[in-house]
């Protein structure tokens, strides 16, 4: 299994961008598909996710700006991200608990991370 995450970059502060992350290969079925970010010398922070079937959950701090969605019948969701703040700046990881195989339990599998940088 590989998730695979895309669509960070370079945002004024109060714009918006939009990251992609799809889960290939030996994908049978998810618990939780979601995003973590790390900033600078501080610690990765969940930032929202996806129980299954389609159940949304978000950070608090986060909640109204940023919105999950899963993208369609297969392993990809989409995190749109409005009101973009310095603080903001991150590099975002896409994770799943996802079943790679027909018996057994999930196994967590991470993306490679993307860099969201917000700046004037």
């Known amino acids: 299994v590989q998730l695979q995450a895309s669509g960070g970059g370079l945002v004024q502060p109060g714009g918006s961008l939009s990251l992609s992350c799809t889960a290939s290969g030996s994908v049978f079925g998810f618990d939780v598909l979601g995003w973590y970010r790390q900033a600078p010398g501080k610690w990765r922070e969940s930032v929202a996710n996806?129980?299954?079937?389609?159940?949304?959950s978000y950070a608090d701090s986060l909640r109204g700006r940023f919105t999950i969605s899963k993208v369609d019948a297969g392993w990809t969701i989409q995190l749109q991200m409005r009101s973009l703040q310095p603080e903001d700046t991150a590099v975002y990881f896409c994770y799943g608990k996802i079943y790679a195989s027909m018996n057994g339990d999930y196994e967590v599998f991470w993306g490679q991370g993307t860099q969201v940088t917000v700046s004037s």
């Open positions: 996806i129980t299954s079937p389609n159940v949304p």
